[in-house]
């Protein structure tokens, strides 16, 4: 069954993500009906607070917030505003970009592209497929031994052309960290869904792209479910 809330199951799986990736540098993340969050600080490029519940609950959320940054003002901080609901202008912060949540609208999975696909499951193929991620890639040996997670290498030739990162968690399962050579882009992103389909069979798959990779999936038939708005706010000096 579908989750009622795209857009919550979408949030909270991408949660469940980023809290695997910041764990697996023990940095656990909290989880409460608002929001997500890493008390310590969450790693390079993610976020310290995913927001969970919808735009009725923002005022709650942005006074938890302000609550967080008065007992760690000196050091930077991103909010995923999974609604673009808050104003946090007020605390400090400036929108750093804005995106929109994805989903595949269908159970038809898609002809397949002529690319060869494995999932990745030994420490010397992840080193290769961190490397073709690109620099400071956060991902290490430990989130490969989880049941719920796939990281998938695309082949051409025998080469490494291009990759995703399938979660499941939510009552949907979450694609991230797509990348592709020129010129795979549209062909990767064709060959998502069937590959969800066969891991993590009857789950909903979505994710979240802004600018060039959110062109590439919706060339490639994936719908908008809605907006969402990463905030910024840089450590004070004192």
């Not at 002809?111 to 290490?140: K, M, V, Y």
């Amino acid at each position: 069954m579908a989750p009622a809330d795209p857009i919550a199951a979408a949030a909270r799986n991408n949660a469940l993500w980023c809290d695997a990736v910041c764990r697996s540098h023990g940095r656990p993340g909290v989880f409460d009906a608002l929001m997500w969050c890493v008390p310590a600080g969450a790693l390079p490029l993610y976020p310290d607070v995913v927001t969970l519940a919808g735009p009725s609950a923002a005022e709650a959320q942005r006074q938890a917030i302000g609550e967080l940054l008065a007992d760690s003002r000196h050091r930077d901080w991103a909010i995923k505003d999974s609604y673009a609901a808050l104003d946090l202008l007020p605390l400090g912060f400036r929108p750093l970009f804005d995106a929109s949540w994805i989903a595949w609208p269908d159970a038809q999975a898609g002809a397949s592209t002529g690319l060869q696909w494995r999932t990745i499951t030994h420490s010397p193929d992840l080193t290769e497929w961190n490397a073709a991620w690109g620099e400071n890639a956060p991902f290490t040996p430990p989130l490969l031994a989880s049941s719920d997670l796939a990281f998938l290498a695309a082949l051409r030739d025998g080469a490494q052309v291009g990759g995703a990162v399938l979660n499941r968690g939510g009552g949907v399962v979450g694609v991230s960290n797509v990348f592709a050579h020129a010129p795979w882009h549209g062909q990767v992103w064709r060959d998502l869904p069937a590959l969800a389909a066969g891991l993590f069979a009857g789950h909903r798959l979505v994710g979240y792209e802004s600018g060039a990779g959110l062109e590439q999936a919706s060339a490639a038939g994936f719908v908008s479910l809605g907006g969402l708005r990463v905030w910024q706010r840089l450590a004070l000096d004192s």
